[in-house]
């Protein structure tokens, strides 16, 4: 026996809109549970979700995404169980690029390198978005080289035995600057000139390297700032 054609509207004929025996046509051009209509798309970037639309992401006709929604042969261009276009890339650094896409302006948050941001460009092959990330790139390189180098200085003392290990053996950045010799030291009193127990002052710096959002690390407790 078939199945009989049945529709929940009110107010529609039996057997459907498309007359007896035909599918009622409000509910075949409706999309099934969970389906995103033309107009939308979902994308999944890294296992995060995105929805937007086709609009958007045709904005450069020579991108990634605007081949994405034309359905081009060339991409081989897998789906989820939702329908979301399965992209392999870091989700955190694609939603900049979306935004870019959405009102063309770039907005990085702080915690975010630039140079993550220009990786997803290049990918997506946005051309103007490439454009604008070098551009901040180097505007923050530029203030930070503007910015004055600081230096951490260091005062050790040893005696001359220990003097060539201790030079030798300095890393991390620090290189000797200065050698204050501070006479010699028998028991509890020092004596000048006795050469075989002689005692030097060491001093030693390191300059503080400013990071890409201008801050520079704090020295150690016995450092001392230079300006």
Request: hydrophobic share 30%; glycine share 8%; with cysteine.
């Amino acid at each position: 026996m078939a199945a009989e054609n049945h529709c929940d509207f009110p107010g529609t004929p039996a057997g459907g809109l498309g007359g007896p025996g035909g599918p009622c046509r409000r509910c075949s051009s409706a999309p099934p549970p969970g389906a995103v209509p033309g107009k939308w798309v979902r994308l999944n970037v890294g296992g995060t979700c995105f929805l937007t639309t086709r609009q958007t992401l045709c904005r450069d006709p020579k991108s990634f995404l605007f081949r994405l929604c034309q359905a081009d042969p060339d991409l081989d261009s897998d789906k989820d169980e939702t329908g979301a276009y399965l992209i392999d890339r870091d989700p955190t650094y694609f939603g900049p690029v979306l935004n870019y896409l959405r009102h063309g302006k770039l907005v990085i948050n702080k915690d975010l390198a630039e140079e993550g941001v220009l990786e997803e460009a290049e990918f997506y092959n946005i051309t103007s978005l490439i454009k604008l990330v070098k551009d901040k790139i180097r505007e923050r390189d530029s203030k930070i080289s503007q910015v004055p180098v600081k230096h951490v200085y260091r005062v050790l003392q040893c005696q001359e035995e220990e003097l060539t290990q201790m030079v030798s053996t300095m890393s991390d950045g620090w290189k000797f600057e200065q050698l204050v010799s501070i006479g010699s030291h028998i028991g509890s009193s020092y004596n000048y000139g006795n050469e075989d127990q002689a005692e030097f002052l060491c001093v030693v710096s390191k300059e503080l390297h400013n990071t890409p959002y201008g801050t520079t690390s704090e020295p150690s407790e016995k450092a001392k700032v230079s300006y």
